[in-house]
């Protein structure tokens, strides 16, 4: 994949392919958007460790760094968003459909009361966990919550894991080079922050004390 990735650096199309990926990813869990974006900022660290060492300085950055984190949180926002509305027109079958997931159910529930209470740290926080970011965006308009309550967390939430994951490419390429062992250490701490995501995702919500009798 790395090679792969590496032969559209020079092109302005790894910012199509990591944008519809990671556009895509909340409706295909599957697909690795962020393997993708590793691997190009991996990529753009070795292509840029390479022309400054040949010509003294950084005549080229492709790609961008800035860019490549503004087009993977743009994706993210926009694919959130798509999901969003959808789950909000999707009507009675929806809703039969989360009432028989006991996942989507609790996360429902515990999205509810998190932007109730005017903190929306769980968006942020799923957008790490393996499709974490699928239940919370599709949990939200079924649950018809108002845009403006989950729309500035997507956005957080998008801005903190692109600079999360093109952040541990670039280093990693800096620190172990552009080969499969520096892809696959900044995978595995993608990988990591995304299993503690969904320990706390999954984590279920603190009850009330109860209150005692006379009281």
Same mark, same amino acid.
């Given at each position: 994949?790395l090679e792969? +990735?590496? /032969?559209?650096?020079?092109?302005p199309?790894?910012?199509? !392919?990591?944008?519809?990926? +990671?556009?895509?990813?909340v409706f $295909?869990p599957v697909?690795?958007?962020?393997v $993708?974006v590793?691997?190009?900022a991996?990529a753009a660290?070795?292509?840029?460790?390479? +022309?400054?060492?040949?010509?003294?300085e950084a005549?080229?950055?492709?790609?961008?760094?800035l860019?490549?984190?503004l087009c &993977?949180?743009?994706?993210?926002?926009l694919?959130d968003?798509v /999901?969003?509305?959808?789950?909000?027109?999707?009507?009675d079958r929806?809703?039969?459909a989360?009432?028989?997931?006991?996942?989507l159910?609790s996360a429902?529930e515990?999205?509810?009361t998190a932007?109730?209470?005017g =903190?929306?740290? $769980? @968006? +942020?926080i799923?957008?790490f966990?393996?499709?974490g970011?699928? !239940? !919370?965006s599709l =949990?939200? =308009?079924a649950a018809?919550?108002?845009v403006k309550e989950?729309?500035?967390w997507?956005? @957080?939430? =998008?801005v903190?894991?692109a600079?999360?994951?093109v952040?541990?490419?670039?280093?990693?390429?800096?620190?172990?080079?552009?080969?499969w062992?520096?892809?696959?250490v900044? @995978?595995? &701490?993608?990988?990591?922050?995304g299993?503690l995501a969904?320990l706390v995702v999954r984590?279920?919500?603190?009850?009330a004390?109860? @209150?005692?009798?006379?009281h």
């Amino acid at each position: 994949m790395l090679e792969s +990735v590496g /032969a559209l650096t020079g092109s302005p199309w790894i910012y199509a !392919v990591v944008g519809l990926s +990671v556009l895509l990813d909340v409706f $295909l869990p599957v697909l690795p958007s962020g393997v $993708l974006v590793i691997t190009a900022a991996t990529a753009a660290a070795a292509s840029t460790t390479t +022309v400054t060492a040949a010509a003294g300085e950084a005549t080229r950055r492709v790609p961008s760094l800035l860019a490549l984190i503004l087009c &993977a949180a743009t994706a993210s926002v926009l694919g959130d968003l798509v /999901a969003y509305r959808l789950a909000w027109r999707g009507g009675d079958r929806l809703d039969r459909a989360i009432a028989r997931s006991r996942r989507l159910t609790s996360a429902q529930e515990r999205l509810g009361t998190a932007l109730s209470r005017g =903190g929306g740290a $769980l @968006v +942020v926080i799923a957008r790490f966990a393996p499709a974490g970011r699928s !239940v !919370v965006s599709l =949990g939200a =308009g079924a649950a018809h919550r108002k845009v403006k309550e989950f729309l500035p967390w997507s956005a @957080v939430a =998008g801005v903190a894991w692109a600079a999360y994951s093109v952040g541990l490419g670039y280093f990693g390429g800096q620190w172990l080079g552009a080969s499969w062992l520096g892809t696959a250490v900044s @995978v595995l &701490a993608l990988f990591l922050a995304g299993a503690l995501a969904a320990l706390v995702v999954r984590r279920p919500p603190r009850a009330a004390h109860a @209150v005692p009798a006379g009281h």
